[in-house]
Structure formats: structure tokens, C-alpha cells
């Protein structure tokens, strides 16, 4: 969220700051023109002054036009800058350099064309940094109310666009650090606003994985994320009671239906001796008798399983496996199976024995109870690197997709396997064992026939 978040937050403000940027530079660029243009039509004025006082018939005209044409180069040498004093049919009074004469059309013209109407050209094209242009200034040299001739002065652009471009990298390089302020601003604000929706992350996960008492410190972030973590623990406290609750039913209703069930069991003992020992209704009450005993039995398991926390240890599975094996093989034999142990010499892991070795008794039961005789299960413990597996295959009949999808679910059995003993819970409780202390358990197909039950540990310790 935020890889997201960021990313909008930077081009946001880096849109404003642009937004905010390009105005300032074309104002910037405006204003070193306009300086120039204002400078020009000072100087326009002057030589304006100095022309309108020659006249054709003044005794002392020629004097003042040499004046004139001396401060005309003398200006033009210092500034480099062409400047003239023309008459309306474009003969020069004064001009400099002496090449340079009144253009015939572009930006001299108009301007020329302007102040003949006795208007003073003020507002020249913007000259732009990376476009080589000219300032052209006229005034009218106005006698006797009319335009006798028009001072235009021509000006090179070379400085001003230099000391605009200068002050646009000025303004670059503060906009980009007001970037680099902004997006270290993004980060932290990001951070704070984030670190609610983080921790709420972590704890969900964690009840998810099994880890009810996970909670939310309500420190840290905006007021209404505070509340929502106040909210979540609320939450999460509430789903504890029920569980807790529904545990405690379960293990109690377990426990009192155990001592009925046996006085029932009992009676119906007793009440066999009066009948005759091969009576079907009698060994058909005996059998269900049995199985509601498992079945409470199981249910008892699996809400201590619930329950209890997991004690866990750095162990080596490959020993535990093997007893779990040895103590299985009898039963192997018995019923005519090879069960065989594979794998790795040693891989440690992070596991509770007692629960890691109820899950491998109920896996490895579950494997020997629908495997044929003749055929093989093979235990294979490998370790890789975040977790350690040990590996239950049978040749058995094996699940088709549907029932993979539902094996480990409390109480389900397969309807091909109605006939074999069991209650339904023993999957179920060693995925509640494992999921205590971080490990897991999968299924899927043994090709060609048969099943493959993956359980899993974690190599490094769970945190919580």
C-alpha cells in the first residue's frame, strides 16, 4: 500500500510545484524584459530631446546633429546597441553603427510604424532563454504637435536571457529541493499514517495462523486508525470469548457424556449375558457404543488441542519420526504393509515433540488403515530451507479432487471409506496441533494410486 501511496503523494506535489513554477518563471522572464524595455525607452526619450531641436533652418542644426550622431556611436560602442534617429520616409538624421539601416518589415518596422502614430512602442514580444531575439524601442520626436522623426533603438537580448536563464536554475534547484523536503515529508507522513494498517496486518495474520491472544497497540497513527485498533482488539477479544467458550462447551460435554456412555456401555454387557452370544443387534449396539466412545474421545482432544499452547523446541525430527515409525511397524506387520522410513540423516526444526508426534501418529494411522496388503507406506523426512517436511505416502485408493479439497474437515469421511473405523477428527486435530506452533499439513495425489500427506515444521522459530 505503500509502493501506491507514495508514488501519488510525490507526483501530487510535484505537480503543484510545477504549477506554481512555471508562472514564477514566465514572470521572471517578463520582468527581466520589461526592465530592458523600460531602460530602452529612457534612452529613446533622451536622443528624442536632442532631435526634436534640429531643424533644417537653424543656423546651429548641423552642430547638434553631429552631437547627436557622436552620442548615437558612442552609445552604440558601449552597449552594443543600434540606435537612430529616422524621418518618416525612412532617411536617417543619425544613425550607428553606419551599416545598420531601418528594417522594412518585422519587429523594427512596427515599432517604427507605432510611433509615427505618436504612440511610444512599450510592449515588445517576449523574448524567450532559448530563442535568439532583438528588443526594438521607438519614441516619436514630436515638433509642434506633430511627428517629424522616430528614435528606434535595436538591442541585443544576449544578457537578459542569460540572467533569466540564471534565475530559472535558481528556481529549478529550489523547486527541486522543495521536492526532495516534500517527498522526505511523504515518507515520514506515509509511514505514521501506514504503521496502524501494518500492525492490524500482523495481528490478522497472526489470528488467522492460530495466534488468538495477537493484539494492536492503539499508539501510533491518525485518530481514526487509533480507533480502528481499539475497534479490532475489541474484536479480537470478543472471538476469543466465543472460542473459548465453544471449547469449553465441547471439552465439557465431552467429559459428561463419557460417564453415561459408559454406564450405558456397561448395561448393555450386561444385558448380552441373557441373550445369546452370536445376537447381531447385540454386537451392532456393541460397535456404534464404541465408536460414540472415540468420537468423545476425539472431541475431548481436539478442544484441549485448541486450547493448549505449543511448547516449542529446537529438535531433530529425523529420531522422533523414527520412533513414531517403530512404534507403528507392528501394526504394519500385522496387516501385511511395508512401512519403510526415508530421507534425510538429521533436520532440526522448531516443533512441539508432543504435538509434532500426535500429528505423525494420526497420519501415519490414517495411511496404514486404507493401504492394502502387499503394498508400501513410505515416511521421507527432508529438510529444506524454512521448514522441514515429513512426507506420509500410501498406495492406498487415494481421495479424488473433491474430497482433497474437504479431508481435515471435523467429522468428514470419505463416503467410499464408511466402512472403515474412525470418527473424522484425527486429520482435524493434527491440524490444530501443527497450526499452534507454525507448521501445517497438506494433501494431494500419490501417482499412481494413493495418497501424499506433507507435514510441515518451521526451521526458524515463529515469532509471537
Not at 101 to 120: I, K, S
Not at 222 to 229: C, I, K, N, T, V
Amino acid at each position: 500500500m505503500r509502493s501506491r501511496l507514495l508514488p501519488l503523494l510525490i507526483v501530487l506535489m510535484a505537480a503543484v510545484l510545477v504549477t506554481l513554477g512555471i508562472p514564477l518563471a514566465i514572470s521572471v522572464a517578463a520582468a527581466e524584459q520589461q526592465r530592458l524595455v523600460i531602460d530602452r525607452i529612457d534612452d529613446t526619450a533622451r536622443f528624442a530631446a536632442l532631435a526634436q531641436s534640429i531643424t533644417d533652418t537653424s543656423p546651429d542644426s548641423e552642430e547638434r546633429r553631429r552631437t547627436l550622431q557622436t552620442d548615437l556611436e558612442v552609445y552604440a560602442s558601449v552597449y552594443d546597441i543600434r540606435a537612430g534617429v529616422f524621418f518618416r520616409d525612412d532617411r536617417a538624421l543619425a544613425k550607428a553603427p553606419g551599416f545598420w539601416t531601418l528594417p522594412v518589415e518585422g519587429e523594427g518596422r512596427t515599432a517604427f510604424n507605432e510611433a509615427l502614430l505618436g504612440r511610444r512602442s512599450h510592449d515588445p514580444p517576449q523574448v524567450w532563454p532559448w530563442r535568439d531575439g532583438r528588443v526594438v524601442v521607438a519614441s516619436p520626436v514630436v515638433r509642434d504637435g506633430d511627428v517629424v522623426a522616430v528614435v528606434v533603438i535595436d538591442s541585443p537580448t544576449g544578457e537578459m536571457r542569460s540572467r533569466t536563464l540564471r534565475t530559472w536554475l535558481f528556481i529549478g534547484l529550489g523547486e527541486a529541493l522543495a521536492l526532495l523536503v516534500a517527498v522526505g515529508a511523504a515518507v515520514r507522513l506515509t509511514g505514521w499514517v501506514l504503521l496502524p494498517v501494518r500492525t492490524l496486518d500482523a495481528a490478522t495474520r497472526d489470528i488467522a495462523g492460530g495466534r488468538m491472544r495477537s493484539r494492536v497497540a492503539a499508539s501510533a497513527g491518525p485518530p481514526e486508525l487509533r480507533h480502528l485498533a481499539r475497534s479490532f482488539n475489541e474484536m479480537a477479544d470478543n472471538v476469543e470469548d466465543v472460542l473459548e467458550q465453544q471449547r469449553a462447551f465441547v471439552a465439557d460435554a465431552s467429559h459428561q457424556l463419557r460417564n453415561p456412555l459408559a454406564a450405558l456401555l456397561l448395561r448393555i454387557e450386561l444385558l448380552a449375558l441373557e441373550l445369546p452370544e452370536d445376537s447381531e443387534e447385540i454386537a451392532a449396539v456393541r460397535t456404534e457404543g464404541k465408536r460414540l466412545a472415540r468420537v468423545l474421545d476425539d472431541l475431548l482432544d481436539l478442544a484441549l488441542a485448541e486450547h493448549a499452547e505449543a511448547d516449542l523446541q529446537l529438535i531433530d525430527i529425523v529420531p522422533l519420526t523414527a520412533e513414531r515409525v517403530a512404534s507403528w511397524r507392528p501394526m504394519a506387520d500385522r496387516e501385511g504393509v511395508r512401512l519403510t522410513l526415508d530421507g534425510a540423516p538429521a533436520a532440526t526444526a522448531w516443533a512441539d515433540p508432543v504435538a509434532l508426534s500426535s500429528a505423525l501418529d494420526a497420519v501415519i494411522d490414517n495411511a496404514l488403515k486404507f493401504t492394502p496388503a502387499g503394498e508400501d507406506v513410505t515416511v521421507t523426512v527432508t529438510a529444506g530451507t524454512h521448514a522441514t517436511t515429513v512426507v506420509v505416502a500410501d498406495r492406498g485408493p487415494g481421495l479424488t479432487e473433491a474430497e482433497l479439497e474437504r479431508v481435515g474437515d471435523r467429522f468428514w469421511r470419505s463416503t467410499r471409506h464408511q466402512n472403515v473405523s474412525g470418527s473424522g477428527l484425527g486429520l482435524s486435530i493434527s491440524r490444530v496441533l501443527l497450526a499452534a506452533g507454525g507448521g501445517s499439513i497438506a494433501y494431494e495425489h500419490h501417482a499412481p494410486h494413493g495418497l501424499r500427506v506433507t507435514v510441515s515444521v518451521p526451521r526458524e522459530r515463529q515469532a509471537g
